[in-house]
């Protein structure tokens, strides 16, 4: 039986390991290196974990699988939340798995909750926590649908670890000097034990679901190390100048005893395998270690990204892997595609990763298939109607806010919803980015940039877009608008600190408030200018202004004022290229690499020199060098294939030239090389022809986009096509009759999206004999003549509902959207009418004109997607959730047939109302937005 184990940790970096290993300390992980193949392992940017595992589990980039950053907002649009995996819109490995009937576990992955009802067990990342205090039992909360199945979930939830359950001698291995510290002011010792427990519950839950449940497949997550790296990476040796010799001293342990705790953890999990199971282990990226650590973070969210290093760690040990060998050029998009392949499945084509065929003996027969999305049977995933994308939830909460059929959640939940959605664009941006698809990272940014014009980082962000794209003068108009707006703020941000320090003159320091002590640092930092940054930006633009000694002389003033970084010297380097002072960049790309041994962009440069040097062994050695630590960069493979090419290995250059059009298809230089090469080399007229016409293709497209930017079309690479379903059909249901006697104790609930036509069934069954709760505050209008029939409590209704015991045996009108905050200690019965969805988005819209409001920033596409998932996810809840009795009925039937409909509603509330009355109020005058 094949059995593969997939282990996750977080930030783990080979810059700490190495040492570890060589000092015996990590045993366990030594074994597996020596045992099977190690590489750097390429992260994806940005580097943020939720996006970058759920990449490990999918094999595709954020824009195609859905998560972008550590929240989301709650689809109600009361408030945000972390970030679950309901936003998830394809099918990670365990899916794929569960589909072909290969029992497999999922331990921790992040984000992995809710749990999905996958064929084995899932443990969702909130398992561990949040540490509440534990209860007489020894017990403490456990998360809602955090286990699945629910068998074990009692059992599994006594397995963890708890900080208060831990012991002195959990903690001094990290902190041999406990007794330096102040524990009354210093709670570090806190996040120690919380990071212990974080992984000491993911590893007891991994030991006994491996031990007592069947499995071919097993991923387990550890989130501690990044945690750790966070908190402490600055106390790790050497000693960093801004670091307190006292809080070096105390915790100086904690990094390598964090990898240490790890590697045990790691060899109580290898216990649980056997010689026929293939382990990988994986890190999404690494952390700064040395020099290169920051002093500041930046005051954003994700902000501590910064610490992060753009290569992970990869070992790879099984049956038929090689042993104690390198493979180069391996990006965590490859875990999933390498996995299959290990099952003898076939790649999604539609995955932007490749099988690690390097890390085999003897090399698995690989097979495609267009899409595993595609592929009908049942994958063991949450149901269509729950991933309803929260965004999208937010939009339709504002068109029923603007509607008036709801009430404007509160303002600060709003903010942060706003917030939440604005980080998640910039997010989906930087991985456009990452992919080189700077058109659409820019349709975002510049929406961005204009709501948001001081947030610097967006407006930077526009900047290296347009840069990219050669918009040289839109990126100088971008940068001159953003620096002086910077100055600007600088100025306000001063006096406001100033206010401040004079507020608060002749204060002891215990007295200011926390609040106030974040305020004043927040402030010091705003109403301070990088300027050593501000000169980085000025060369680089310069630079593509082709202003070459001008561009030298700011970078040359930022490296003098303090700005020593990587990207600064690539930056020179390319400047000494440009200018032919080619020894001089060779030594600017050799810095780079002190500072980072494995940066692919110097090896690049060196291959460039070399190329222009003709020293074509050297130029393919770097250029080889380059695409091994990042694979997914089409200008190395495009020079490799130029040195190729001139040393007379014409069938590699071919190969590498195909590789760099694949990575980016719009690549004049690759196309003309080809083309020469099939003129002169390998004679071939037609192919030949065919790659000038695509070379002149590409050169259009580019100089159409410095000109014009054509408008972005979305595709299948950018945004998920939406359902353009009219309406949902509901599947009609009996329910027992009711008495008069049990009428007169029911609440009677009209339901139905905005425009759909409540207001009619509202006036039916008044006519029919049923009072109303009503209390017309909103006045008849054009858009209902008749009447709006509403009572303005219940847009309250997610706050309070005590309102409904007053509305026994009345007939009161609610939308679907709020049916879940219902007082569950009354009955129900709900008339829910449906309307074709366009002919009630043609409605809504109308009304909003008329009112000059905007609604949702959807369009009708969009928001007929979004209403049919929430009509399906309410269906659900009504009919398998709470099981309220439902009617449901036609919006056209009731026209059309109103005596019908009339003697349908009749029998469903007892069988003692009005019918004729209830038909005759039924206009069909009044039917307008008629969709035929």
């Known amino acids: 039986m094949k059995n593969v184990l997939l282990i996750g940790w977080d930030a783990a970096d080979w810059d700490v390991i190495n040492p570890l290993i060589d000092a015996g300390q990590m045993p366990n992980l030594k074994s597996l290196i020596n045992d099977g193949v190690i590489g750097d392992l390429a992260t994806l940017y940005p580097e943020l974990s939720p996006m970058l595992w759920t990449s490990i589990a999918t094999g595709k980039r954020a824009y195609k699988h859905g998560i972008y950053g550590f929240t989301e907002p709650r689809p109600d649009g009361q408030g945000i939340r972390p970030i679950s995996n309901l936003s998830r819109k394809t099918k990670a490995i365990w899916n794929i798995l569960s589909q072909n009937n290969i029992p497999g576990h999922v331990i921790g992955w992040w984000p992995s909750h809710p749990v999905e009802p996958i064929h084995g067990v899932m443990v969702s990342n909130l398992y561990p926590g949040p540490y509440t205090s534990i209860d007489d039992n020894q017990n403490w909360s456990l998360a809602p649908g955090s286990i699945h199945p629910d068998r074990i979930a009692h059992n599994l939830s006594m397995l963890r670890w708890h900080p208060q359950k831990l012991n002195t001698a959990h903690i001094l291995p990290f902190v041999p000097n406990i007794e330096m510290i102040d524990q009354e002011k210093d709670h570090r010792l806190e996040i120690i034990a919380n990071n212990i427990c974080d992984s000491g519950s993911i590893k007891e839950a991994a030991v006994a679901v491996m031990h007592h449940e069947p499995w071919e497949f097993a991923a387990v997550y550890f989130v501690g190390i990044d945690h750790f790296s966070h908190g402490f990476m600055n106390f790790h040796p050497p000693l960093l100048p801004w670091v307190s010799k006292k809080d070096y001293e105390i915790y100086h342990n904690v990094i390598n005893n964090a990898y240490i705790f790890h590697d045990i953890l790691l060899g109580q999990l290898l216990q649980e395998t056997n010689d026929d199971t293939t382990i990988i282990l994986v890190s999404d990226h690494g952390f700064q270690s040395g020099e290169l650590r920051p002093k500041n973070i930046p005051i954003e969210p994700a902000g501590p990204v910064v610490q992060h290093r753009q290569y992970g760690v990869l070992v790879m040990k099984g049956p038929n892997i090689k042993a104690d060998e390198i493979i180069y050029g391996p990006n965590l998009l490859d875990i999933c595609p390498t996995i299959l392949s290990l099952f003898d499945l076939p790649i999604g084509e539609d995955m932007d990763g490749k099988p690690l065929i390097d890390a085999f003996q003897k090399p698995p027969k690989l097979r495609t298939i267009q899409s595993w999305d595609n592929v009908k049977g049942d994958a063991k995933m949450h149901s269509p109607e729950q991933h309803l994308d929260p965004t999208l939830s937010v939009q339709i909460m504002d068109q029923l806010v603007d509607l008036g059929y709801i009430d404007k959640p509160h303002e600060n939940n709003q903010q942060a919803i706003k917030e939440t959605i604005r980080e998640q664009n910039f997010n989906l941006a930087r991985a456009y980015i990452d992919t080189n698809m700077h058109l659409a990272a820019i349709k975002l940014l510049e929406k961005m940039y204009k709501e948001w014009p001081d947030e610097f980082r967006f407006g930077l962000g526009l900047v290296n877009c347009y840069l990219a794209i050669d918009k040289i003068s839109k990126a100088r108009k971008t940068f001159d608008e953003l620096v002086e707006r910077k100055r600007q703020n600088v100025l306000k941000f001063k006096e406001e600190l100033e206010t401040i320090k004079k507020n608060n003159l002749g204060k002891d320091p215990q007295d200011i408030s926390d609040s106030e002590t974040r305020k004043i640092y927040q402030l010091q930092r705003k109403s301070s200018i990088n300027l050593s940054v501000i000169e980085y930006l000025k060369g680089a633009i310069s630079f593509a202004e082709k202003k070459y000694t001008i561009a030298l002389n700011h970078l040359q003033r930022a490296e ?285 819209h109308k009304m909003l004109s008329q009112d000059n409001k905007k609604g949702a920033n959807l369009s009708p596409d969009e928001l007929k997607s979004a209403y049919n998932k929430q009509l399906k996810q309410i269906q659900d809840f009504l009919d398998t959730g709470i099981k309220l009795p439902t009617h449901y009925v036609s919006h056209r039937k009731c026209i059309e047939k109103p005596s019908e409909i009339a003697e349908s509603i009749n029998d469903f509330l007892g069988g003692t109302l009005d019918v004729e009355k209830m038909a005759k109020v039924v206009s069909r005058e009044l039917y307008r937005q008629r969709i035929t």
Not at 597 to 609: E, I, V
Not at 614 to 641: R, W
Not at 718 to 729: E, G, N, Q, R, Y
């Open 560 to 844: 003098n004022m303090g700005y020593i970084n990587p990207n600064l010297y690539l930056q020179i380097g390319a400047i000494y290229q440009k200018m032919n002072r080619l020894h001089e960049a060779k030594s600017c790309y050799d810095r780079v690499l002190d500072f980072d041994s494995n940066n692919a962009s110097a090896f690049l440069g060196k291959c460039q020199c070399a190329i222009s040097e003709n020293d074509n062994e050297n130029a393919a050695k770097n250029a080889l060098t380059a695409i091994g630590y990042q694979y997914f960069f089409p200008k190395a493979h495009y020079y490799l294939a130029m040195a190729l090419h001139r040393l007379g290995r014409i069938t590699s250059s071919i190969e590498a030239l195909q590789t760099a059009i694949y990575q980016n298809s719009y690549f004049p230089a690759a196309y003309e090389l080809l083309a020469t090469i099939y003129t002169k080399n390998n004679p071939d007229h037609k192919k030949a022809e065919m790659y000038r016409k695509k070379a002149k293709k590409s050169q259009d497209h580019i100089e159409k986009i410095k000109h014009d930017t054509p408008p972005i079309e979305l595709n299948e690479q950018d945004i998920s096509l939406l359902s353009t379903t009219s309406f949902f059909d509901f599947n009609e249901r009996s329910y027992p009759p009711i008495s008069n006697e049990e009428l007169s104790e029911t609440v009677i609930i009209v339901s139905g999206l905005p425009r759909s036509g409540t207001s009619m069934i509202m006036q039916m069954i008044q006519a029919g004999g049923v009072p109303l709760m009503v209390d017309n505050k909103r006045s008849k209008d054009e858009n209902n003549p008749k009447g709006y029939f509403e009572f303005e409590p219940t847009k309250q209704l997610p706050k309070d509902n005590k309102f409904l015991e007053n509305a026994k045996g009345k007939g009161i009108k609610i939308i679907p959207q709020l049916l879940k905050y219902l007082n569950p200690n009354l009955s129900y019965r709900i008339i829910f009418i449906k309307r074709d969805l366009d002919e009630v988005i043609a409605s809504q």
